[in-house]
């Protein structure tokens, strides 16, 4: 019986396949957090893009859809929305992240006051500065696995002086 035992101890065939059993899920599970993680920060460079450009567009319109609190064109500030989340100022293209609606981006305005020159002259109330925000939930690639990602989502904001047309 210890002959027989002992042979058994010294007998090395079948050693990788019992360590690549053993690294197996590990190796999985890092394989799957790679990917997720990939997934959020392609997510993320998507939403910040996306305000960048929703930004700009709302610096291109006219001084009359502005005042230094608030869109006062609800239509410009509708397709400021959509432009953000879709790319397309009607809204007609499909949303650049699952999920993604127009109430999950906001528009605000500043003026920036003090003196003020060049294509702002005449303006008692300053330069007007339009701000996109966006707060998009993150939908997990593998959450039908486990992968828990409630309550985590994307944020990006931009800025750009409302320069009229």
């Not at 127009?102 to 020159?117: A, W």
Request: contains cysteine.
């Amino acid at each position: 019986m210890i002959r027989l035992l002992a042979s058994f101890v010294r007998d090395t065939r079948g050693v990788a396949a019992a360590e690549m059993a053993m690294v197996t899920p590990l190796l999985m599970v890092i394989m799957f957090g790679i990917f997720e993680a990939g997934n959020f920060f392609w997510n993320e460079h998507i939403v910040v893009k996306a305000v960048r450009d929703g930004a700009r567009f709302a610096g291109r319109q006219s001084f009359a859809d502005y005042s230094c609190a608030a869109v006062t064109n609800s239509g410009v500030e509708t397709s400021i929305k959509n432009l953000t989340r879709t790319g397309d100022a009607a809204g007609s293209g499909d949303a650049r992240v699952s999920g993604w609606i127009n109430d999950q981006v906001t528009v605000s305005v500043s003026c920036s006051g003090g003196t003020t020159t060049g294509i702002y002259t005449g303006r008692a109330s300053g330069a007007p500065v339009v701000t996109v925000s966006a707060t998009v939930p993150y939908n997990s690639l593998f959450g039908a696995l486990g992968f828990d990602t409630a309550g985590l989502s994307v944020s990006a904001s931009a800025q750009s002086p409302v320069m009229g047309i």
